[in-house]
């Protein structure tokens, strides 16, 4: 019998592609600008620091459900900050970083050849990874309407988006929950970007807010992280909150895989929870560098659309988006093709809004040059 590694059904990992152009960008006197992907630069709040030094002693295998204290947290504060009623104990589970949740999905969903899994057009490659990890056909689209009778095993949904930082409204929300009660399916939205919303007209709401699906958890599911709101993309640290039946399910085959959220960032991510003061001051650090950075791509002749939420600028000129990458570089800073994201992304460029104020200034000072 012939053996078909895992890795050969999967696509190319997107980003080693931009080689080529961070090695130009680095070319540049001044260092690059590294603008290309979302990761955080800014320091762990001191709290969240100091309750995983408090855990650190902690001996014992920690519990998958999380412990109760979390479980209240993560409830508490998807109420506080979010408007999310309705979700009890057993209605949140931590995962070990929102990425390894959404990559093994479908198949811990029991999803698989046969099954559809729907992605967005413009869509975070990881659903895609997730489908065909578990042997899934992939359809991209935003719209049921275009389903016509198929019944997918999964919806996935990401608002605010990444890459392009558009908002779904209330209404759209509305029609896929109605839509996917009528067929039995389910829909897992992430959510890791519902923190950082820009703009009061479109304003980010979660699945599970009562406007969205009137209280009705059944079949739906939202993933968040704090690799964003909190810096703690290094501690691999998030959530699924939602329908209980769907996270006993997950639970299950999380405690039979060991899939478990190691107890000093049980106890990190419950304090990063419990304290939103360090959420908001980090807000405030990414809107100060998107308004200066919006400023500065704008003025540089390029045309922002969506970007209304989340840690991107969705750019372009009207070109291909290599080309629009290969100009960036030029100047020293490198940025994400929209082509990684889907084909309706090949002429636009993501640029992150994840740079210190330092490396924002510089971009911004090489873009007026």
Same mark, same amino acid.
């Given at each position: 019998?012939?053996? *078909? ?245 997950? *639970? ?71 080309? *629009? ?30 740079? *210190? ?13």
């Amino acid at each position: 019998m012939t053996r *078909t590694p895992l890795g050969d059904t999967l696509p190319d990992f997107p980003w080693d592609s931009l080689a080529p152009a961070k090695k130009r960008a680095a070319e540049h006197p001044e260092g690059i600008v590294n603008l290309s992907v979302g990761s955080p630069v800014d320091e762990v709040a001191p709290g969240i620091q100091l309750a995983l030094a408090e855990a650190a002693a902690y001996p014992g295998y920690p519990q998958t459900v999380g412990t109760p204290e979390l479980r209240r947290a993560i409830i508490e504060s998807s109420a506080r900050r979010y408007g999310i009623t309705e979700l009890g104990e057993n209605s949140v589970l931590p995962v070990v970083g929102t990425k390894e949740a959404i990559a093994w999905l479908p198949t811990t969903l029991g999803l698989g050849k046969g099954d559809t899994v729907v992605i967005p057009e413009l869509a975070y490659p990881t659903y895609e990874v997730g489908a065909r990890l578990a042997g899934c056909e992939v359809l991209r689209t935003d719209s049921t309407v275009a389903l016509g009778p198929q019944r997918p095993g999964l919806i996935f949904l990401n608002s605010p988006s990444n890459p392009s930082g558009r908002v779904l409204g209330v209404e759209h929300l509305r029609k896929v929950v109605e839509w996917a009660r009528e067929r039995d399916v389910i829909v897992a939205s992430d959510e890791c970007y519902l923190g950082l919303g820009w703009d009061d007209e479109r304003r980010p709401l979660s699945l599970l807010h009562p406007e969205v699906c009137g209280g009705d958890h059944s079949n739906l599911l939202v993933i968040h992280s704090l690799s964003k709101t909190s810096n703690l993309a290094g501690y691999r640290a998030g959530f699924f909150a939602g329908d209980s039946g769907l996270i006993a399910e997950l *639970t299950l085959v999380r405690k039979h895989a060991g899939l478990m959220v190691p107890y000093p960032i049980q106890s990190a991510l419950r304090a990063a929870l419990e304290e939103d003061t360090q959420e908001q001051v980090q807000k405030m650090r990414y809107a100060a560098r998107r308004a200066t950075l919006l400023r500065a791509v704008t003025e540089a002749g390029f045309t922002i659309e969506h970007s209304e939420a989340g840690l991107y600028l969705w750019a372009t000129r009207g070109e291909d988006c290599w080309d *629009t990458v290969e100009w960036f570089a030029e100047r020293g800073i490198l940025v994400a093709p929209g082509s990684f994201y889907g084909p309706s992304g090949g002429k636009h460029v993501r640029i992150s809004l994840t740079a *210190t104020d330092e490396r924002i200034d510089a971009a911004t000072a090489r873009l007026g040059a």
